[in-house]
């Protein structure tokens, strides 16, 4: 199967930094998905990319659909605490392609935001 | 907001017994999934399951694992024979279409002595 490489493992920065953390693999996707996991639950969405190129804001995130299809990335603007958790990211085929539309997820990208 | 909801939240089994962990997805989604979540490590993906059949599995969902619809609402997740490296997050996800954004709960925690 595909295989993710997300980094960096771990990002320990103060509030209100900027913060950047992104996703290669050796092969296209055709949907990148960024989701957010707070300790004890289960990941949610932050936001979902269909189109190489596309670069998409929610809030203070802003992710982009690398041109390759076969990178992404995800910035963090002006942390607070309430940042802290696991990012990953996941990438996704579309059935038309022939591959399997199950989310393949990164490694995780543990954020830790001192006040 | 509708939610994806687990039970048991923890469950702590001796190794070789079975364990059985429930899901209620969403009510209007179609297309459900298991996946884990080794401490510390990534989500992967274990089964899907649509019009009450597996659609896809990965290498993980060996013959100790099964997944069922009982009723209209509950999917759930058995393990035969636990095994020590079976401890982990189990998380349920369900979605509305086939390639829509995925739904999870909240995860079962699973140890086995």
């Known amino acids: 199967g595909q295989q993710l490489n997300q980094s960096p493992q771990s990002m320990f920065i103060q509030e209100g930094e900027d913060v950047s953390m992104n996703c290669t693999s050796s092969?296209?996707?055709?949907?990148w998905l960024w989701y957010k996991q707070d300790p004890g639950e289960g990941p949610v969405l932050l936001i979902a990319?269909?189109?190489?190129?596309e670069l998409t804001s929610n809030g203070r995130l802003t992710a982009q659909f690398g041109i390759t299809r076969k990178d992404s990335f995800l910035n963090i603007s002006a942390s607070i605490p309430s940042d802290v958790g696991i990012y990953f990211c996941a990438g996704q085929l579309a059935r038309a392609s022939g591959g399997s539309y199950i989310p393949t997820f990164g490694r995780g990208t543990s954020l830790i935001v001192h006040p | 907001e509708p939610e994806v909801t687990q039970t048991p939240s923890h469950q702590v089994t001796q190794m070789g017994q079975e364990v059985i962990l429930r899901c209620v997805p969403i009510s209007n989604h179609l297309y459900f999934y298991w996946y884990r979540q080794i401490l510390g490590q990534k989500v992967e993906f274990l089964v899907s399951f649509y019009n009450n059949e597996i659609s896809e599995k990965s290498e993980i969902f060996d013959d100790q694992f099964s997944v069922e619809r009982p009723d209209g609402s509950n999917f759930t997740l058995k393990i035969r024979s636990t095994k020590l490296e079976d401890s982990a997050m189990y998380f349920c996800a369900s979605t509305k279409t086939v390639s829509g954004e995925l739904f999870f709960g909240e995860g079962s925690r699973l140890t086995v002595l």
């Open positions: 990319l269909y189109k190489a190129g």
């Open positions: 092969s296209i996707f055709n949907t």
